[in-house]
């Protein structure tokens, strides 16, 4: 039979190990969960900032001939980043109204674009979302 002296050490040498066993994983495990928080935060800005500088682009453009060449990098942009058009019913929207069109790929044709599609465009676009 154990006195209650041994009994103590041998529960306090319990706790002594399970401070150097858990300690550390637990460490490890905060600090594994903040790195990937943080990439991917970091990944969602670059994706944001690239996406508004599309934005911006076709915005900006007044010379509707250039127009198709903006949106065909927008295009080519959300293809490469397919992640902005699952479960965001806007993007998707836009995509299929206004990057769908084959003249984006061949050019504008004569009268194409008039003020009140263009509006609508500028209007869209800036629904667009990460």
Known sequence: MLTPEQTDKIIDGFFRLGNI???PLV????????SSWTKKRTAQRKLKRELE??????????VTNYLSRELLALKNFILDNPELLENKKENS?????W????????GPAAGM???EKLDRL????????V
């Open 21 to 23: 066993v858990v300690g």
């Open 113 to 115: 674009w008039d003020k």
């Open 93 to 97: 929207d836009f995509f299929n109204e």
């Open 53 to 62: 500088k599309h934005k911006l682009k076709i915005y900006a453009t007044k």
């Open 122 to 129: 500028r209007k869209d676009i800036q629904k667009l979302t």
């Open 99 to 106: 990057l769908q069109d084959p003249f984006i790929e061949m």
């Open 27 to 34: 460490g490890a495990l905060i600090a594994w969960f903040i």
